[in-house]
């Protein structure tokens, strides 16, 4: 089957997309305004090493004002991007619905954080690693229900109990599955390339 995505719904582009570029990992972002902002994005990647950087699509609440999220960034240049563990997975699910912008998702969802750099919002506590993030752009698309920001990584955290003196980082994360989230499964190394 060939879907034209020209005459596809928007819906159904978003279906088969969730579905197919998977797993996606979760972006569990803190901002801050005048509460503490926390949510979860996964249409996130990184995208480049040198310069260090991140890209996540932030969309819309359901009466067309931009996202907590994507306001405070907009606003205060500056956030932190946790990774997601099985244990965290309620409360990350949680944190994604829509809330008054003055309701502190924190303190509604009993998720202690940490502040580990001044001028970055504080991080989620327990997580294996977190991106602390300056925007660098904004890209404005066409039609777009979701806006795709470009964050330079300027500082990286990494439990010490996930990394090794070889920088290996060994964590199993949640990802996204269309509209279900998926738990680690089963490594496999990759093959070695014949000569």
């Known amino acids: 089957m060939l879907f034209d995505f020209t ?18 990992p979760i972006a569990w972002i803190v901002t801050e305004s005048e509460t503490l902002n926390i ?23 359901k009466d067309g004002t931009p996202k907590d999220t994507l306001q405070n960034i907009r606003t205060t240049k500056k956030c932190v991007i946790c990774s997601v563990v099985t244990d965290d997975m309620e409360k990350m699910h949680f944190t994604s619905a829509e ?20 001028a970055y919002p504080p991080m989620i506590e327990g997580v294996p690693t977190a991106f602390f993030c300056t925007l660098a752009q904004e890209i404005s698309l066409d039609g777009s229900k979701t806006i795709p920001l470009f964050l330079t990584i300027d500082h990286m955290y990494v439990d ?6 070889s920088l290996k980082i060994d964590m199993e994360l949640i990802g996204r599955l269309g509209h279900a989230y998926i738990r680690p499964g089963e490594k496999v190394a990759a093959p070695s390339i014949p000569d």
Request: overall charge negative; cysteine-free.
């Open 99 to 118: 809330l008054s912008e003055h309701i502190d998702e924190a303190e509604k969802f009993d998720i202690a954080t940490k502040k580990v750099i001044d």
């Open 39 to 61: 949510a979860p994005f996964s249409f996130f990647s990184g995208v480049s090493s040198q310069p260090p950087t991140l890209m996540v699509a932030i969309g819309h609440k």
């Open 160 to 165: 010490n109990e996930v990394i090794s003196d």
């Open 7 to 24: 005459e596809t719904v928007p819906l159904t582009r978003y279906k088969l997309m969730s579905q197919s570029i998977v797993p996606r």
